[in-house]
C-alpha cells in the first residue's frame, strides 16, 4: 500500500518547533496510536478552515465567500490559471504564480494528512471492457463496475482462503454483479442481500440468463485459455433492509414496501452460526450512508462473521445525532475520535468528502467546459434570491449538460424549477455579468473545497478503522480501485486473524489483471514481509 505516515503530519508541515521536555499534552499525544494522532491532526487542520470546508459554492456572491478567504490568498488565486491550481490540487509542478506561504502549507498539510489514493496508472482514458472478466460476467455491467467488482472479487477470495469462509454475504447487493462474479467466476457460496425488491428481481433474471447461456455454449471460458470457465452456481438472493438496531440473530428486516415473497430471513444464520453452521465473509460495495457503520456494527457482534470487505460512500448521508446507547451508527463510530474537541462534521463538509479530487484536478489540467457550472449555479442563486429570499439551496438541476449552455438558456432552464418567471428576471443586467466574469474566481474557490475534501474522507474512514481497532480486530485500508474510475476506492478490510497474507501481494493482482490491454487498474503496493497488518496503511 501507499505509505501513509505515522507522526503528526500538521505540526511538521505548518511549522513549530517540538519542545525539549514533552508537556503533558505532547505526551498524551506521543502515547496515542499513529491512526489517533493522524485524525487528531486532520480535526486541528479543519477547525482552522471550517468556514472554508463549510461553505456553499452556490453562495459565493450571495455570502461574498471571495472576500471571507485570507487577503494574502486572494491576489495569487485571482490570477491562477486551472493548470495552476490542478498543480495546487495534485501537488505536482511548480506554483506559476507567488502563492503564499500559507497557502502552500495548508495545500501541503491538506495532501500529507490524506490517506494515500493509490498511483492512478494507465491510460487517463476512462476504463475499457475487462478483458479479464469472461463475457458473460460484462453483460449489464458498465466498464467501472467491471473493474470494481473484479478488484473487490479477488480481495474476498484472498479473504475465504485466508480464513477458510466460502460462505459470502453481499449487503446492498443492487442488480447482483458483484455477487454473480463472486458465485459464477470464484466458485463462492454467496447471499445477496438487497431491499429493492425490484432489484431482486432484475439479478435473479440475469441469474437465470447466464445459466441459460451456459448451458446453451458449455461455457465461452473453454474457448479462452486466459479465462476461468464459469461455474453454474448461482447466488441466493434476499430481499430485505438491515436493521442496525437488531440483535446479531435477527440480521433483516423484511422490504420496504414488503414484497410478494417469504419473509427475509438472517443469512448469517440463528445463534448456532450460519446455515451450514460455518463462517462467512461480509462484503459491501459502495454502501450507502448508514448501512456502513451498521455492516461494522454488526459484524463487532457477529461472531458467525469471520471478515468483513467494505467500500462506503454517501457520507452526507450518515447519521450524527447521538445514537441509542450500545447502538453506535453514523460518525462517529470509535470512542477515539468522539472523544476529540471539534470532530464534529457538517452536512456539507460530508457531502466534500464524496467528490471526486481526481476528475476534478483533469478539468483543471484540461480546461474543461464543465468549469463554468459552478459559477452558472451561483449567479443562478444569487439571482432566486434577489427574487424571492425564502428560496435557498432549493437542489435544482437544470441539466446535466448546462455546462454547454449559454447562461441565458441555463437561468430560463433553472428559474421555472423555483417557480419564478425567467421573463420577470433581468438576465443581461450588468450585475450578472460582473459575476460571470468572476468564474475564475469561483473555480479557484471549489479547488480550495476540493483540497479539503479527501481529508475529511480520510478522518471518516479512520474512525471506522479505529471502532474495529477498539474491539480487537485486525484491519486495515486498501486503495483497491483506481480512483480515475471510482473515487470512492478505498477498501476497508477487516477480520478476526491477521491480514498480512490477504494484503500481501495485492499488486502482483494489479499487474495480472487488464493494465496491459484495458489500461483500467490502478497500481497498489502491498505491505512489506514482518509489517503489522493492524495499520491503514504501509510505508514503502
Given amino acids: 500500500m501507499p505509505g501513509i505516515s505515522a507522526g503528526p503530519v500538521t505540526s511538521r508541515v505548518l511549522g513549530g518547533a517540538a519542545a525539549p521536555h514533552p508537556t503533558p499534552h505532547l505526551q498524551q499525544h506521543l502515547e496515542q496510536s499513529p491512526e489517533q494522532r493522524r485524525a487528531a491532526d486532520i480535526i486541528r487542520l479543519l477547525m482552522l478552515y471550517r468556514p472554508l470546508l463549510d461553505a456553499f459554492v452556490i453562495d459565493f456572491f450571495t455570502d461574498g465567500l471571495w472576500a471571507q478567504l485570507p487577503p494574502a490568498w486572494q491576489p495569487a488565486l485571482a490570477s491562477a490559471t486551472p493548470v495552476q491550481l490542478a498543480g495546487l490540487l495534485g501537488g505536482r509542478g511548480g506554483p506559476g504564480a507567488a502563492w503564499p506561504l500559507s497557502l502552500l502549507a495548508f495545500a501541503a498539510a491538506a495532501r500529507a494528512l490524506a490517506f494515500p489514493r493509490g498511483c492512478p496508472g494507465g491510460s487517463p ?40 469462509c466460502e460462505r459470502v454475504v453481499d449487503i446492498g447487493a443492487g442488480q447482483g454483479h458483484l ?13 445477496a442481500v438487497e431491499s429493492d425488491g425490484r432489484l431482486v428481481g432484475l439479478a435473479e433474471r440475469f441469474d437465470q440468463e447466464l445459466l441459460w447461456e451456459l448451458g446453451k455454449s458449455k461455457g465461452l471460458g473453454n474457448k479462452r485459455p486466459s479465462l476461468q470457465p464459469l461455474i453454474p452456481r448461482a447466488p441466493q438472493h434476499v430481499a430485505g433492509r438491515l436493521d442496525p438496531a437488531a440483535p446479531w440473530g435477527e440480521f433483516l428486516l423484511p422490504p420496504d414496501p414488503p414484497g410478494p415473497g417469504p419473509t427475509a430471513q438472517n443469512p448469517l444464520g440463528g445463534p448456532g452460526g450460519s446455515e451450514d453452521g460455518g463462517q462467512v465473509l461480509v462484503t459491501g460495495l459502495h454502501a450507502c450512508g448508514d448501512l456502513s457503520p451498521a455492516l461494522l456494527w454488526h459484524f463487532a457482534r457477529s461472531p458467525t462473521v469471520a471478515a468483513v470487505a467494505l467500500v462506503g460512500c454517501c457520507y452526507m448521508k450518515l447519521s450524527t445525532t447521538p445514537q441509542p446507547p450500545g447502538c453506535p451508527l453514523g460518525y462517529p463510530l470509535s470512542t477515539s475520535v468522539a472523544a476529540l474537541p471539534g470532530h464534529q462534521l457538517s452536512y456539507r463538509a460530508r457531502e466534500a468528502a464524496c467528490h471526486a479530487l481526481e476528475e476534478y484536478e483533469g478539468r483543471l489540467r484540461g480546461g474543461s467546459p464543465h468549469l463554468r457550472a459552478h459559477c452558472y449555479r451561483a449567479v443562478l442563486e444569487s439571482l432566486i434570491r434577489a427574487a424571492d429570499p425564502a428560496k435557498r439551496h432549493l437542489g435544482l438541476q437544470p441539466g446535466r449538460k448546462a455546462h454547454a449552455l449559454s447562461f441565458p438558456q ?43 475534501a479527501p481529508a475529511v474522507e480520510t478522518l471518516i474512514l479512520l474512525d471506522r478503522l479505529l471502532y474495529l481497532r477498539e474491539q480487537g480486530f485486525h484491519c486495515a485500508l486498501v486503495p483497491l ?33 487488464d493494465s496491459s490491454k484495458d489500461e483500467d487498474l490502478g497500481e497498489a503496493e502491498s505491505p512489506r514481509e514482518g509489517q503489522s497488518p493492524h495499520s491503514p496503511g504501509h510505508r514503502p
Fill in 125 to 164: 482514458r476512462p476504463p475499457c471492457q475487462s478483458s479479464h472478466l469472461h463475457p458473460l460476467l460484462r453483460r449489464h455491467v458498465k466498464p467501472k463496475k467491471q473493474h470494481e467488482i473484479q478488484r473487490l472479487g479477488k480481495l474476498l477470495k484472498r479473504l475465504s482462503q485466508a480464513t477458510g
Fill in 179 to 191: 455477487s454473480r462474479f463472486l458465485a459464477f467466476g470464484l466458485g463462492l457460496s454467496v447471499t
Fill in 410 to 452: 441555463y437561468a430560463h432552464l433553472g428559474l421555472p424549477l423555483a417557480g419564478l418567471d425567467p421573463a420577470e428576471v433581468p438576465l443581461d443586467s450588468g450585475a450578472v455579468g460582473a459575476m460571470l466574469e468572476q468564474q475564475h474566481k469561483v473555480v479557484a474557490f471549489c479547488t480550495l473545497g476540493q483540497l479539503l
Fill in 481 to 513: 480501485f483506481n480512483p480515475r474510475f471510482s473515487p470512492r476506492n478505498l477498501v476497508l478490510v477487516a477480520a478476526r486473524t491477521p491480514l498480512a497474507t490477504v494484503l500481501a501481494g495485492l499488486d502482483k493482482d494489479s499487474e495480472d489483471g
